[in-house]
């Protein structure tokens, strides 16, 4: 790509999208019956409708034409063969090496990475068996009837989800729990509830560097030292892609379980990361996840451009965010066990597209990566579909429904269903009431509709790689590299200085602007009380 070629692509965007300035899409729908049969995809098993979009068929031929002139192609491709594409850390993001069943080799460094990932794999199955069995026991011999993660953001997202989503499948045996932030309150309550001689705690961390989880840890090691007489090293294994870390903190050889520093943290869940996952669903679940990614990988590398799923949605969050400056986007899961979802795609998508430079770091002139949120479809009806349906700024919904018969509470799941096609419905078609501004609804307003014929670790793989690839995609599009995130690495320096502080030592060098001098001084008399 030349930069002329690309801005030239970028103006027939931008040329497009004036052009549909005031389009409705009920009138696209008028103009071609087939429009909703065209615009749905069915994907790895999941059923997604785009045909509710400000969109005709020639500025998705401009979004296309966007894709090839900022060389889609040629990043994915780079993507897959490890390829050092996150170029400010010097590494490739090989997640989807994770869950390639195929033979070919990938190298890194003139090196086959398959064996070590087939290790990796064999490590967490064994690890989720023997803890699952009772082959792998507490100091006292007990089973372990509770699993503590302590970890945060893609060390805690993915496995959590994964869990909430398939708690059909969890044993009930062992409880999952997850302890993430620094906050005392929740690892203080979770510790006076577990039983001490049957609990095991994963430290996840792949930096093994993150304060919150190692002020977790030596909060929980010391709690376990003071309840068992001996044998607390059995009682926690460290997770990590630094094990020289976790050496230096004391764990053994055989209590670290290691995974590649080319996985980046938030799309961790399907290295050892997931092990949380791996225990409470068990290693034949977990490996389904994986498959249902790998059908999404195989489709991202081989479908043709206007029938990619991830390209297309990529492509659309390009052209609301940039072109029409829509500066948020809402996901709308209708199912309880997906209530992380929006949570898991916030960190996905905005620790890696919430960018201001290009990959070279050069300014954009562009807005990026819009805030995503969202929450339960439903609960969201009564609580935030207000400002979706009448609020002065349109916000693209994506909605998601399970389709599965209707069996657990007859009717609820025909509500549940009927409720969320009404939502993408009102927000399509408005409702005008000429008498009465108050109750108009303007309409016009776009969503994606994805349905599911249920809940499997296949589908929930092939979801979640799906946002992944979108945003990789969108990623590519705005010039950014999607795996680094220097932008958090600021407040966890300053909150080092101010922690000090706080505990009355003296910084050298600390400066603060009056107001957080002012909070720092209130704050320091108040924790010393
Ligand atoms: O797994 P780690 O190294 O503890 O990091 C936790 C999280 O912190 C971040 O680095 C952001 O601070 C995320 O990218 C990561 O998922």
């Known amino acids: 790509m030349t930069p002329a070629q690309f801005s030239s692509a970028w103006q027939t965007v931008a040329a497009a999208r004036t052009r549909l300035a005031g389009c409705r899409m009920t009138d696209l729908f008028a103009a071609d019956p087939q429009r909703a049969a065209r615009l749905t995809l069915d994907v790895a098993g999941l059923h997604v409708d785009l045909s509710k979009h400000l969109l005709d068929d020639a500025a998705l031929a401009a979004l296309l034409a966007l894709a090839e002139a900022a060389e889609l192609p040629r990043w994915r491709t780079a993507l897959f063969a490890g390829e050092p594409i996150n170029n400010s850390e010097g590494r490739p993001a090989l997640h989807t090496a994770l869950r390639d069943a195929s033979p070919e080799p990938i190298l890194v460094n003139g090196q086959d990475i398959k064996p070590g990932v087939a290790a990796m794999r064999r490590q967490i199955a064994d690890l989720a068996d023997a803890v699952r069995s009772g082959r792998r026991v507490g100091a006292s011999g007990q089973r372990f009837t509770r699993v503590v993660n302590l970890g945060i953001g893609g060390s805690y997202w993915g496995p959590a989800l994964a869990l ?10 062992i409880r999952i729990d997850f302890v993430s932030n620094v906050d005392p309150a929740p690892l203080k309550r979770l510790l006076a509830q577990c039983e001490p001689e049957r609990t095991l705690f994963l430290v996840s961390s792949k930096s093994f560097g993150t304060t919150e989880t190692l002020y977790n840890y030596q909060a929980a090691r010391a709690f376990m030292t003071g309840q068992l007489a001996e044998g ?20 053994a050889h055989d209590a670290i379980v290691t995974f590649p520093e080319w996985v980046g943290g938030r799309y961790s869940l399907w290295s050892a990361i997931g092990l949380p996952a791996a225990i409470g669903l068990g290693a034949q679940c977990f490996a389904q996840l994986l498959e249902g990614a790998a059908a999404m990988d195989r489709h991202f590398l081989s479908a043709p451009p ?3 799923l991830p390209l297309l949605l990529g492509l659309l969050d390009v052209w609301y965010a940039s072109f029409w400056g829509f500066g948020s ?4 899961p209708y199912d309880q066990g997906l209530r992380l979802l929006p949570t898991y795609v916030q960190q996905l998508a905005m620790e890696s597209d919430g960018k201001g430079v290009d990959r070279d770091g050069q300014p954009l002139d562009y807005p990026t990566c819009p805030v995503i949120w969202g929450g339960n479809g439903n609960d969201g009806e009564h609580t935030f579909y207000q400002l979706l349906h009448q609020g002065p700024a349109t916000i693209p919904a994506e909605f998601l429904v399970c389709t599965r018969p ?3 509470l007859p009717g609820h799941r025909q509500r549940l269903v009927a409720q969320c096609l009404a939502q993408a419905e009102a927000l399509l078609t408005g409702f005008d009431a000429p008498d009465k501004p108050h109750a108009r609804c303007p309409g016009n307003r776009p969503s994606t509709m994805f349905l599911l014929p ?6 929930l793989g092939a979801l979640l790689a799906c946002h992944e690839h979108r945003t990789f995609t969108s990623g590519v599009l705005w010039r950014v590299n999607p795996f680094d995130q220097f932008g958090v690495e600021l407040g966890k320096r300053l909150a080092g200085t101010l922690e000090r502080e706080l505990g009355g030592q003296g910084v050298p060098g600390a400066a603060h602007d009056a107001s957080t001098a002012a909070l720092l001084d209130s704050a320091r008399g108040r924790l010393g009380d």
Do not use: I, Y
């Open 306 to 308: 206007a029938h990619n």
């Open 232 to 251: 607390v090293d059995r009682h926690f294994v460290a997770v990590t892609a630094s094990p020289d870390k976790a050496r230096a903190l004391g764990f």
């Open 164 to 173: 909430e989503a398939l708690h059909e499948l969890a044993t009930p045996d």
């Open 454 to 459: 249920g809940m499997t670790p296949q589908l």
């Open 329 to 332: 986007r809402a996901l709308l």
């Open 406 to 408: 209707d069996v657990e």
